[in-house]
Structure formats: C-alpha cells, structure tokens
T-cell receptor, first 115, second 114 residues
Framework: DSGVTQTPKHLITATGQRVTLRCSPR?????VYWYQQSLDQGLQFLIH???????AKGNILERFSAQQFPDLHSELNLSSLELGDSALYFC??????????????FGEGSWLTVV | ELKVEQNPLFLSMQEGKNYTIYCNYS?????LYWYRQDPGKSLESLFV?????AVKQEGRLMASLDTKARLSTLHITAAVHDLSATYFC??????????????FGKGTKLSVKP
C-alpha cells in the first residue's frame, strides 16, 4: 500500500458525460500528479499540483481539469467524455515540489470505461 | 522532446536465468526511475537513480545508470516466477523542474516460466 488513495476504483459512464476522480496523497506529501495509462498511449503525465498551485502541465486535454484543495486532496474532472478517454487514471504524490531524489508513490488507479 | 525507449518490450525467461532490460533516453536528465506493475495494479517504485554510475540493488534486481550514454539497465539475477510483471523506466524532464513530470518508456513485459 503506497498510502495514496484514489476513488472510485472503477467507473462506467456514457459518452458526453462528466466524471470526477478523487485522490488523497500520502500523509505529508504536498505534490500531487495525475497520469493516464492506456494501451495505445502508454503512461502519460497529465498535470502536477504543489500545495494547491499548478506546477506543470502535460498532455492534458482542454476537456480535463484538475485542482488541489487546501487539505491537499486533488480532483481530476473529465468532461464531454469520449470513448478514447477510457483508461486507467493514476494519482501519485511526493514530498517536495521539485529537485531530485524523491520517490514518487502511485495510487491504485481509477478505471474509467466510457461506453 | 525527451523520448524514452525500453527494450525488449517482451521477455520470456526461464527460472534461474539472468537477463537485462535496457532503457535509453534521448536528452539529459537528472533522475531515472524504475517501476514494477502487475496486471491492472498500481506502479510500485523499485529504484531512483540520480547520478552517473549509480547502482542500486534489491533482491534479484539491480539497476544502474550511465548518464553519459543516457542508458539505464535493470538486471535480473536467477529469475523466479514472482518477478513476472511489467517493468517501466521513467525519466525526469531535461533541466529538472517538476519531478513528477516523468516520461515513461513503453514497459517491458516479463514472464518467468518454470
């Protein structure tokens, strides 16, 4: 158990809908990252928050957004869902904002299926 | 653009044998990670390598880093069935920056057979 908690574990929804994925980082970790894993694209970095502020953006679609709250939990919002958004979405956390050396811990992931 | 290539992508081994997984990356980076993933599960951190010549070992796995060659290796010694999984290497962005902005390889799916 990495200490990173993600909910829901599984989600099935229809095209055009909106979903919210939730992540609680490890105790004491200020950085939260979101990754998407799919068969065709592999593991892709989406976005990074540190202590409530956005720090880096990766291949995140405009239909997707995220935020980190004062209690450090984070939510990833996916809207106008398409079949191609079906994937495993990981949240990860680490202690520091940047620099070297910290292990990055991944949660169990949220399986999203769009039908 | 930073690219990370792993090879082989599929590896079928017999128990007791040794093998090496290679991870090449295209631009300078200050950190390299190895992760293990079981089917449908999370990514488990194995090693974090930070400097040229770094070598880390845990059980039957040993990872090394050559920053000049932009190459990391994951060596498996005397493989056992429990090592069957997909292994990913991931590299931090050039110039440092957000340490979570990792670029992952496609993964090496390892199958250890008796």
């Amino acid at each position: 158990d990495s200490g990173v908690t993600q909910t829901p574990k599984h989600l099935i929804t229809a095209t055009g809908q909106r979903v919210t994925l939730r992540c609680s980082p490890r105790s004491g970790d200020l950085s939260v990252y979101w990754y998407q894993q799919s068969l065709d694209q592999g593991l892709q970095f989406l976005i990074h928050y540190y202590n409530g502020e956005e720090r880096a953006k990766g291949n995140i679609l405009e239909r997707f957004s995220a935020q980190q709250f004062p209690d450090l939990h984070s939510e990833l919002n996916l809207s106008s869902l398409e079949l191609g958004d079906s994937a495993l979405y990981f949240c990860a956390s680490s202690t520091r904002e940047g620099g070297q050396g910290n292990t990055i811990y991944f949660g169990e992931g949220s399986w999203l299926t769009v039908v | 653009e930073l690219k990370v290539e792993q090879n082989p992508l599929f590896l079928s081994m017999q128990e007791g044998k040794n093998y090496t997984i290679y991870c090449n990356y295209s631009t300078t980076s200050d950190r390299l990670y190895w992760y293990r993933q079981d089917p449908g599960k999370s990514l488990e951190s194995l090693f974090v390598l930070l400097s040229n010549g770094a070598v880390k070992q845990e059980g039957r796995l040993m990872a090394s880093l050559d920053t000049k060659a932009r190459l990391s290796t994951l060596h498996i010694t005397a493989a056992v069935h429990d090592l069957s999984a997909t292994y990913f290497c991931a590299v931090g962005p050039p110039g440092g920056g957000s340490q979570g902005n990792l670029i992952f390889g496609k993964g090496t799916k390892l199958s250890v057979k008796p």
